[in-house]
């Protein structure tokens, strides 16, 4: 088992190439609606990671943003990608862990329906990793 | 086990409320450093997710950017929150896991430096169930 059975390779990839102008990262990101694509130097190299976030606050920058206008409106007028999905505290972890593998994180909310936080991916992967990988490591081994 | 062991606390969550206006929540998501946060209304039920992606293309809209601006700065004048690390094709799948943890994707690169492809932390996640957890389910119990 090794990496490249996991890979997603460059053809179907969605990147930005480092000598891309800030208005050419903006429509490949919006093309591609990823919310982080990797940064491309002309041969081939890794140059980094652009999130829409480095964008978003870039442009905040960038334009001195009159915040008249920001003010003036409210955020459920947005359009949203995508919400993600809130599970009851009482969901088995393997059905927390399948919600997982689509979002980044996961609301949890109580039987009224109230937030009572979150489960991050990475706490999940911590999880993961320490039961199930580092478990079976230090397992002893039994003579067959 | 339950998820309650999983659990980032409310009070150590970030997230916004329904009423704040854009503002508001640039501010909120600058600070907290998040690049997505729940919407919580104000009886503390979950209203659904917020990202620097949903903010970035309402802005974009709202304020019918002048593009000429984006057009004469080069992505590598942004400045960027973080780069995701990049591992060589020849890492051993669990310490991929482990670079996986702190970050969405994991660039993959050759012998060369030259970018091949990424893995996802879903593709990471599906391999993590698949390989222990629905594993484990399937195998056949054993009498003591």
């Not at 800030?22 to 652009?50: C, H």
Request: glycine letters at 6%; a negative charge.
């Amino acid at each position: 088992m090794n990496i490249l059975f996991l890979l997603t390779p460059k053809s179907d990839c969605a990147y930005v190439r480092e000598e891309d102008t800030i208005r050419q990262a903006l429509e490949r990101m919006s093309a591609a609606g990823f919310a982080a694509v990797p940064i491309l130097a002309k041969d081939g190299t890794y140059r980094g990671t652009l999130t829409e976030g480095d964008l978003l606050w870039a442009i905040k920058k960038l334009y001195l943003m009159d915040m008249k206008e920001a003010e003036s409106h409210g955020i459920m007028e947005i359009q949203r990608r995508k919400d993600n999905q809130a599970v009851s505290v009482t969901t088995p972890v393997e059905d927390l862990l399948t919600t997982a593998v689509d979002q980044n994180f996961v609301p949890v909310v109580d039987d009224r329906g109230t937030f009572i936080g979150i489960v991050t991916r990475k706490a999940i992967m911590q999880y993961c990793m320490d039961t199930y990988i580092f478990a079976k490591r230090a397992q002893p081994v039994h003579a067959g």
